[in-house]
């Protein structure tokens, strides 16, 4: 697979997924929102991949939405664009495999806004995060004004894109944005570590219990039981439930097949 903006690489079960703009610090245009899609695609469809990693190439994670492409658009481009991008996000956040955010630098703008669709995000503490949109007289056009009330609570996201002021690793941690944070010199270890351990467990349990998770974020907890009931019944007599359950009372460690279903 040839892709312009986008380095794809797999490797025991690992895909990772690097981002590749060196000249616009990784910005979202057209162009690299096909990349993103078409990487994704392929990884989704890939039954060896157990773990997608998004990461960035240099300093940068992704600096946000590429400016120029936007600056000549009238209202109807801007739906387009904005609806290339928040289709894309959506698919990443709703995919049956895990993801992980590895944020190397600047995630800003459309990049803060990518992090919030993945599910697992690891940054290390040079990272920095940034909704500026406000500054330029726009609004969020990924889908952040959704997703960042949702991860922090409504007056802290407020705060955030109603200043659009840049926080680091540990205060984006600290709301509850990031699962770890990290020195850079032990980064990618940590990341590889992390996917590493979720690629050892079921895969078909773990993109069923995204599914569950998913399902039921914003529906009642009397729904949100039954949606559970669901898919914890559907694992019963797949490939995986059998080997875990043989492997506990054989006292050994699982071995899973590689399909996510």
Request: hydrophobic fraction near 45%; proline fraction near 3%; include cysteine.
């Amino acid at each position: 697979m040839t892709l312009k903006h986008v380095l794809l690489e797999k490797e025991d079960g690992i895909a990772v997924i690097r981002f590749h703009r060196p000249e616009a610090l990784n910005a979202l245009n057209s162009q690299v929102l096909e990349d993103i899609a078409a990487a994704v695609e392929n990884v989704a469809a890939d039954e060896g991949v157990r773990v997608v990693i998004f990461t960035g190439e240099g300093k940068s994670f992704i600096s946000g939405a590429d400016i120029h492409e936007m600056d000549n658009k009238t209202g109807l481009g801007i739906i387009d664009y904005s609806r290339k991008g928040a289709a894309l996000f959506r698919r990443i956040e709703t995919m049956t495999k895990p993801t992980i955010a590895a944020v190397n630098g600047y995630a800003f703008g459309g990049g803060f806004e990518f992090v919030l669709c993945t599910d697992i995000r690891i940054a290390h503490e040079k990272a920095s995060f940034r909704l500026p949109e406000v500054s330029l007289g726009i609004v969020p056009g990924f889908n952040g004004t959704q997703r960042l009330p949702k991860c922090i609570g409504m007056p802290r996201a407020k705060e955030l894109i109603f200043t659009g002021r840049r926080i680091f690793a540990r205060e984006a941690y600290d709301m509850g944005i990031l699962n770890k944070v990290t020195s850079p010199e032990s980064f990618w270890e940590e990341v590889m570590a992390e996917a590493n351990l979720i690629a050892d467990n079921s895969a078909s349990a773990i993109s069923l219990v995204k599914a569950a998770m998913t399902a039921g974020e914003d529906v009642s907890i009397d729904v949100g039981k039954d949606i559970e009931l669901g898919y914890m019944t559907a694992c019963f007599g797949t490939p995986d439930q059998i080997e875990g359950f043989n492997s506990f009372k054989e006292k050994r460690k699982a071995v899973f097949r590689n399909s996510c279903v």
